[in-house]
């Protein structure tokens, strides 16, 4: 990527902040949604370990495909959240990203 990486998400900003859902069971579900489908350009996540409290996910860690569906698809999911869906479900983000093409 020409463009100078940038942070998309951190679970540092998440963490000890009072969230009603477990931030790292968000950014796990999302880490490996992108890895599963072809968005990520590295290995994300381990799914057998869990997340250091460093973990973050780059600009430079997705595709150009992945930062067309962090910017749509993905933000309906985190409003999703916030309205109280469970944050290991990732059919909506399958349905979006089916949206994506």
Same mark, same amino acid.
């Given at each position: 990527?020409? %463009?100078?990486?940038?942070?998309?998400?951190? #679970? &540092?900003?998440?963490? !000890?902040? &009072?969230? *009603?859902? =477990?931030?790292?069971?968000? #950014? @796990? $579900? *999302? /880490?490996? +949604?992108?890895?599963?489908?072809?968005? /990520? $350009?590295?290995? *994300?996540? =381990?799914? /057998?370990?869990? *997340?250091? %409290? =460093? +973990?973050?996910?780059?600009? /430079? %860690?997705? $595709?150009? @495909? !992945?930062?067309? +569906?962090?910017? !749509? !698809?993905?933000?309906?999911?985190?409003?999703?959240? =916030? @309205?109280?869906?469970?944050?290991? %479900?990732?059919?909506?983000?399958? @349905?979006?990203?089916?949206?994506? &093409?």
């Amino acid at each position: 990527m020409a %463009d100078k990486a940038f942070v998309i998400e951190k #679970l &540092g900003w998440y963490i !000890g902040k &009072g969230f *009603l859902h =477990d931030p790292k069971v968000k #950014l @796990r $579900t *999302l /880490a490996l +949604f992108l890895q599963e489908n072809g968005l /990520a $350009t590295r290995q *994300l996540v =381990d799914p /057998a370990l869990d *997340l250091a %409290d =460093d +973990f973050q996910i780059s600009s /430079a %860690d997705v $595709t150009e @495909r !992945g930062l067309r +569906f962090l910017k !749509g !698809g993905y933000q309906k999911w985190i409003k999703s959240i =916030d @309205r109280g869906r469970d944050p290991a %479900d990732d059919s909506l983000l399958k @349905r979006e990203l089916e949206k994506l &093409g």
